[in-house]
Each structure stands twice: as C-alpha cells, then as structure tokens.
C-alpha cells in the first residue's frame, strides 16, 4: 500500500532554513506528481508546493513563492521541501500527498515551529 512518511520538521528561528523530506513506497513513484501541504491550527489544509513527474516542473502558494523549493528524486523515491527565510506564518503541521487515480494518500506529518 501507499506510504508516506515525512521528517526534518522542528523548530527554528524567524529567518533560518529547515529542509523537509517525505520517503514514498507502495506505488510507482516517477509516475506521479507529489505535494506538499501545511496545516495550521484552527486553519484550513493549504497547499504549498506542487512538482510533476517525470518532468520536475513545480509550483508553489504565492505565501511561500521565492523562499521554498520543492525537488525530488526518483531513485531515491523521495520529495523534498528546502524552506528559507521561514517566518512565524510558516508555522504548520507539513503533510507529503499523492494522488493515485483520485485517491489522496498523506503521511503522519512533521511539525514545523518558527519561533524566536
């Protein structure tokens, strides 16, 4: 089956970096576009960044356009969210989703605090 797992969350200052990364298995990764998603408390799930397969072409929520870069790697069979300039805002539960045929799969999430 579907498995999403997601780490690298954490706390960091305003202005620093965290880099988040999502491990998939269970579906024939290069095949499909992969996102990253954010929740934050009492707030609607957002999406953040989108990148396609094969070609990589991404695109992000103009909240996070210039300060994220989603990438992945098909080998590895891993997506990645390099976050700079974070800010208290960014502040969310961050979720990796694909989906398969109109069926979404999350993972557990990984929590990012920006916080001085």
């Known amino acids: 089956q579907v498995q999403l797992v997601e780490s690298g969350g954490g706390l960091v200052q305003p202005g620093g970096s965290l880099r988040l990364s999502c491990a998939a298995s269970?579906?024939?990764?290069?095949?499909?576009?992969m996102r990253w998603y954010r929740q934050a408390p009492g707030k609607e799930r957002e999406l953040v960044a989108t990148?396609?397969?094969?070609?990589?072409?991404?695109n992000y929520a103009d909240s996070v356009k210039g300060r994220f870069t989603i990438s992945r790697d098909n080998v590895k069979k891993m997506v990645y969210l390099q976050m700079n300039s974070l800010k208290p805002e960014d502040t969310a539960m961050y979720y990796c989703?694909?989906?398969?045929?109109?069926?979404?799969?999350w993972g557990q999430g990984t929590q990012v605090t920006v916080s001085s």
């Open positions: 989703n694909v989906n398969i045929r109109g069926d979404p799969s």
């Open positions: 990148i396609t397969s094969p070609g990589g072409s991404s």
């Open positions: 269970g579906f024939t990764f290069n095949l499909y576009a």
